[in-house]
């Protein structure tokens, strides 16, 4: 009998898992589901995380030894960057087109937009940002009983627990040098970086730092070390074989604990969550399929004629799936790579460079995403974005993708910064906040795809894409293969 593809396994995971979600919520059981079965979701996406990290460091040092000469490295190195900056302006700018035509900010009715729009004036007086479209609510003696009443609410609304911490997070990131993203790349300690899971820079930095160095010491001394690299980084990929095994029963339980800690004991939460945020869900979704399933298609026409269309997706299937389920490309990185060696064709030497590197700082989904939120939050409260603040949007949502860490809701937190650059009021994340989880799984799959894409575009490149139909992509996780 045909074997079924993984993916398939996963998406039937998946599914069960929504359909037993909503069961156990509609049964009162949502706590036995968060108790006993979500668990499993967070083993799961524990053991990736743990091969993750290991992974990164020893496949770019495996990927820049390997490559040979720090010229073509440098080269590959620059053409990697600047074309993983093209794919996310492109993603911002598609974002940046669907939202201003669709308007879903504009879509919420009349009077809560004009008591948003006095809220944002509050605000924007208290932080003496002075407020240039010439509208001004706060002056007018018709709304000032509106105005103090909006002006306790807002107070409590900054109270709450969830959005401070985001907030502070992201102060953090704030009060620095323009330099400091820089000074951050560089670990003074190595083995704090590797125990942190957020500074996956400071790994890509050391990795390549040491695999260049390897290619300049004598052949007798670095071939030991990189035949120790290239053994561990077997042992890892065989890890991620192992666990992608049991990846249908994890997803399930993943899902499950989703799904049951957004309804509780009551399924019509989730629907009432997405209702009111339906526009702008709508948009972000929109725009987000666009990427996968219309523009990475397309690039890879124009720029690798060898995959095919159906072929991408057979190929990359796990990969995608996983993305969704975990909501980290962090954590789906191990099976990333494992598909687009095995199922793409791309040779290792590039996947292993190209694709950390693309996890870490390639975040089309997300920068599309914040994009559309920035946009959609000034939008519901009375504000036209200039272009000149469009353009302000295009280069933090840039930077913010690329300093997000590749972790379930990190896009959320560098909204934040975002919002700030356009003098918009960062305590806004906590409207689109109830629907951030579920369309973060969707923007991971973007972020994946993209990664993916952008790595065959460079083995095309280099030579190095070896592209043949595979015939069930669960082939590439057999134990035996
Ligand atoms: N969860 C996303 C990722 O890991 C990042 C984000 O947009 O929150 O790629």
Not at 157 to 176: F, I, Q
Not at 179 to 189: M, S, Y
Not at 346 to 352: E, Q
Request: with cysteine.
């Amino acid at each position: 009998m045909k074997k079924l593809a993984l993916h398939w396994k996963i998406i039937i995971g998946m599914v069960l898992g929504i359909i037993w979600a909503l069961l156990s919520s509609s049964l009162g059981w949502s706590a036995f589901t968060i108790n006993w079965i979500d668990p499993f979701g967070t083993i799961f996406i524990n053991l990736l995380k743990l091969i993750a990290v290991p992974l990164v460091l020893f496949s770019i040092i495996s990927g820049v030894a390997n490559i040979g000469d720090p010229k073509s490295l440098g080269r590959m190195g620059g053409k990697t960057l600047l074309i993983y900056l093209t794919t996310t302006v492109l993603a911002i700018g598609l974002g940046l087109l669907l939202v201003n035509a669709v308007k879903p900010g504009k879509l919420i009715d009349e009077q809560s937009r004009i008591d948003n729009r006095i809220s944002y004036e509050i605000w924007a007086s208290e932080q003496g940002y002075e407020i240039k479209d010439g509208i001004n609510y706060l002056q007018d003696p018709a709304f000032f009983e509106r105005a103090q009443e909006i002006s306790e609410l807002t107070k409590s609304e900054l109270r709450d627990a969830s959005v401070s911490d985001k907030l502070e997070t992201a102060d953090k990131t704030k009060e620095t040098t323009p330099l400091q993203p820089l000074v951050d790349i560089v670990p003074d300690n190595f083995f704090y970086s590797l125990s942190n899971n957020g500074l996956m820079l400071q790994i890509i930095f050391f990795a390549i730092f040491f695999g260049v160095c390897l290619l300049f010491i004598p052949s007798d001394k670095s071939k030991p070390v990189l035949s120790f690299v290239d053994g561990t980084l077997e042992v890892f990929l065989k890890m991620v074989d192992l666990v992608m095994q049991a990846a249908p029963f994890f997803v399930f339980a993943l899902l499950a604990g989703v799904v049951s800690k957004m309804a509780g004991d009551d399924i019509g939460k989730v629907v009432e969550i997405f209702k009111g945020l339906s526009w702008y869900s709508l948009t972000v979704l929109g725009g987000l399929l666009l990427m996968i399933f219309v523009i990475y298609p397309l690039v890879l026409k124009l720029f690798v004629k060898q995959i095919p269309y159906k072929g991408f997706f057979k190929a990359m299937g796990p990969a995608q799936t996983l993305a969704f389920s975990t909501s980290s490309s962090a954590a789906t990185l191990p099976v990333t790579m494992e598909c687009v060696e095995n199922n793409l064709g791309v040779d290792k030497k590039i996947s292993s460079f190209v694709l950390p590197i693309g996890a870490t700082v390639n975040m089309d989904g997300t920068s599309l995403y914040q994009a559309i939120a920035v946009v959609f939050l000034a939008q519901m409260h009375m504000i036209d974005l200039t272009i000149g603040q469009q353009l302000i949007v295009v280069l933090t949502a840039t930077l913010a993708s690329i300093g997000s860490a590749a972790v379930p809701s990190a896009g959320l937190v560098m909204l934040i910064i975002v919002l700030d650059s356009v003098g918009l009021n960062p305590a806004w994340i906590a409207i689109i906040f109830p629907v951030d989880r579920i369309l973060d799984m969707f923007r991971t799959v973007v972020n994946v795809t993209g990664d993916a894409t952008v790595s065959s575009i460079i083995a095309d490149g280099e030579g190095m894409l070896n592209y043949q139909d595979v015939e069930s992509p669960s082939d590439t996780f057999d134990l035996d293969s």
